[in-house]
């Protein structure tokens, strides 16, 4: 099934990019792209919106937060610089385990608004 079949069925994407050692953790990103999305009909799940303490919660705690939030999703959504982060590829790996499409993010605005 294509991505485009797949999200037509049940749309619900989850983002992923780029976040540690970015300023803000890259948040106004994933924000933006998320209401981006959402504006066009889709339902976002992003590991930015989390009610986890930035001074408290390790790395582990987002990637359990992120991957949580991934499993519930149809598709995966590639912020730039994905290539680059270690969580993303890691979730992007787990997503195709589990047979969701994936695409850039500019790949999916191209192609699916």
Do not use: W
């Amino acid at each position: 099934m294509t991505f485009a079949a797949l999200v037509q069925i049940q749309p619900v994407l989850y983002l992923a990019g780029p976040m540690t050692g970015l300023v803000a953790y890259n948040y106004p990103r994933f924000a933006q792209a998320a209401d981006t999305l959402r504006k066009a009909g889709y339902t976002v799940l992003s590991p930015h919106e989390n009610d986890l303490n930035p001074e408290t919660a390790s790395r582990s705690d987002y990637l359990r937060h992120g991957i949580g939030k991934l499993i519930q999703c149809t598709g995966i959504v590639l912020l730039e610089g994905f290539e680059n982060s270690a969580g993303a590829k890691l979730e992007l790996s787990l997503a195709h385990s589990l047979g969701m499409p994936s695409a850039t993010y500019q790949e999916f605005i191209t192609n699916n608004l």
